[in-house]
Nanobody, 123 residues
Framework: QVQLVESGGGLVQAGGSVRLSCAVS????????MGWFRQASGKAREFVAA????????TYQGSVSGRFTISRDNAENTVYLQMNSLKPEDTAVFYC????????????????WGQGTQVTVSS
């Protein structure tokens, strides 16, 4: 059974930092590219960042580029999202996902999803 479990969310002040983790089990992580998405209340789920299978390639949504960093540790079956300089508009439920594509931005290209972790940024 494939499981993706996000952790690390919580309440943080604007300008602060948070690191999200996604623990993966039930699949061979190095065979999947990984992504982070977020969904704010009342809005559609949107792409945040993605990383290739070996971690050599990454891509970001424009509004988080330079502030967020996606990384992975295939040996530990874990994917991370380091978020710095957080803004109130970053408030959302953050989801990690696994894709059989080389790297993907569309949520429809992802095969497995976690349940999400809430990040709330106060002003």
């Amino acid at each position: 059974q494939v499981q993706l479990v996000e952790s690390g969310g919580g309440l943080v002040q604007a300008g602060g930092s948070v690191r999200l983790s996604c623990a993966v089990s039930g699949l061979t992580l190095r065979s999947y590219s990984m992504g982070w998405f977020r969904q704010a209340s009342g809005k559609a789920r949107e792409f945040v960042a993605a990383i290739s299978r070996n971690g050599e390639s990454t891509t970001y949504q424009g509004s988080v580029s330079g502030r967020f960093t996606i990384s992975r540790d295939n040996a530990e079956n874990t994917v991370y999202l380091q978020m710095n300089s957080l803004k109130p508009e970053d408030t959302a439920v953050f989801y990690c996902a696994a894709s059989s594509r080389l790297i993907a931005k569309s949520r429809y290209d992802y095969d497995y999803w976690g349940q999400g972790t809430q990040v709330t940024v106060s002003s």
